[in-house]
């Protein structure tokens, strides 16, 4: 998918540092959150997902952390790789049971 | 790893023709989505399918629009008159179970109206 000209933030982050991108969500009816990764020409790969009876979850380099208090989600890439760089994307399934809604995107680049 | 497949990668057609994508979802699951992404914007969601039902359709989702499951292992959005709006990255999804697990996404379909 082609996310030329969309005014994301963008983080910008050393090789092997750790890297976090942060989400605000508006729904309270969300029970359900995830990340996706898209690279330049591909579709949104899922990364992790996490359910609102859980504040945190790990998977392999990566973390995601849910506070449902103020509504945030975050996901942290432990030792960043040339490989992360790419857009991300958090997504909820607000108040459905059968659609998830995106976020508007965070592009993170990796300085070498 | 089992993916969605989707074809063909790249579409061009004129304004006021009728276009349809293709889609293989991964094999075992039940679910299906179509989503778009008009350059420069989010992805949206257009439609869910499941037992052969549209579930859900948002608002983008119109008379325009129908999609398909014609044999066991294809689904397929169909745009009738096709208007250059239309021009967008098109997406399909499957999933596994509905609402509280991963939607798997294919690598889309770049739809140009001319």
């Known amino acids: 998918g082609e996310n030329v000209g969309l005014h994301l933030p963008t983080l910008s982050v050393q090789e092997g540092d750790n890297s976090i991108i942060n989400c605000a969500y508006s729904?309270?009816?969300?029970?359900?959150f995830i990340w996706y990764k898209q690279e330049s020409g591909k579709g949104p790969q899922f990364i992790i997902d996490i359910r609102s009876n859980m504040d945190k979850r790990q998977g392999q380099r990566v973390t995601v952390l849910l506070n449902k208090t103020v509504k945030h989600l975050s996901l942290q890439i432990a030792a960043t790789q040339p490989g992360d760089s790419a857009v991300y994307f958090c997504a909820e399934n607000g108040s459905s049971a059968s659609k998830i809604i995106f976020g508007s995107g965070t592009r993170l680049s990796i300085r070498p | 790893e089992p993916e969605v497949t989707q074809t063909p990668s790249h579409q061009v057609t004129q304004m006021g023709q009728e276009v349809i994508l293709r889609c293989v979802p991964i094999s075992n699951h039940l679910y299906f989505y179509w989503y778009r992404q008009i350059l420069g914007q989010k992805v949206e969601f257009l439609v869910s399918f499941y037992n052969n039902e549209i579930s859900e359709k948002s608002e983008i989702f119109d008379d325009q629009f129908s999609v398909e499951r014609p044999d066991g292992s294809n689904f397929t959005l169909k745009i009738r008159s096709t208007k250059l709006e239309d021009s967008a990255m098109y997406f399909c999804?499957?999933?596994?179970?509905?609402?509280?697990?991963?939607?798997?996404f294919g690598d889309g379909t770049r739809l140009s109206i001319l």
């Open positions: 999804a499957s999933s596994e179970v509905q609402g509280r697990g991963p939607q798997h």
């Open positions: 729904n309270s009816a969300s029970d359900y």
